[in-house]
């Protein structure tokens, strides 16, 4: 039931609580983790509208950045005996989530996630809330 | 991590998919089970306006009808091999779920969960999405 999980993450704290919920399910017959981040390019395009930097430069550092948290967090999972696989996407958020939980036949979503934040996200929903109403296998929602 | 689930259920569905899924749980160290109907004192109102039956009767028939559902649920669930715990609580739907989340301590809450139905539910958000945002504890949202 939770052989194969997809645990999305955007590197924050919240997610993180989610990494140390990934760990103990392999007591609960977890096997493999797809780790994945989604890089958003319309928040990029955000970003270099106040900066001088070179919008190029910055989806590099942008990337490079992911790929180097990613490879720790690969690290920490294979530590904790489990196989793992990291995918870096652009898209959308929920929607980079959801169409890597069809490509890699997932078992499982785990998803970090704090209350609500801030006006849009109640207006639109968070990520977490897009991916749980979307999404066709069971998501475990961990919370900080 | 699963040794004691929280199983909110308004019998639908939905919420029985969640408990296909409980079952199988076992494997992934489940133990007991605590099956929560709540019962929204608020809907049995909007009901009386429609029916000639004395309220107090509906309020019976009401409560007698969801002792018997969860004691199949119960029933089945002790097939599986786990302990089982009922309650029926009066109270606002997410409100009730989350009291019972604190009274009981339990590991994780798993509930069942379709896409949005209506316009009420897309403005305020679902039960399962109230539930989702204000728990401490982690929730396991299964699909239908």
Redesign the interface.
């Known amino acids: ?2 052989k194969k999980i997809l645990y999305p993450t955007d590197f924050s704290d919240v997610a993180n609580s989610a990494l140390d ?1 990934i760990k ?2 392999k ?3 977890a096997e493999e983790v797809v780790i994945l981040h989604v890089i958003d390019k319309s928040s990029l395009d955000a970003l270099a509208m106040y900066t001088s930097k070179d919008f190029l430069q910055i989806e590099k550092d942008w990337e490079a950045n992911a790929a180097s948290q990613m490879s720790s967090i690969a690290d920490e999972l294979k530590e904790a005996g489990l196989e793992v696989k990291v995918r870096i996407e652009n898209d959308i958020p929920f929607r980079g989530i959801l169409k890597v939980e069809e490509d890699e036949d997932v078992s499982v979503i785990v998803l970090g ?1 704090h ?2 934040s801030n006006i849009q996200e109640m207006l639109l929903g968070s990520v ?2 897009k991916v ?12 900080r």
């Open positions: 039931m939770f919920f103990q399910l007591e609960a017959g996630s209350g609500v977490s809330e749980i109403r979307k999404a066709k296998k069971p998501v475990l929602v961990v919370k």
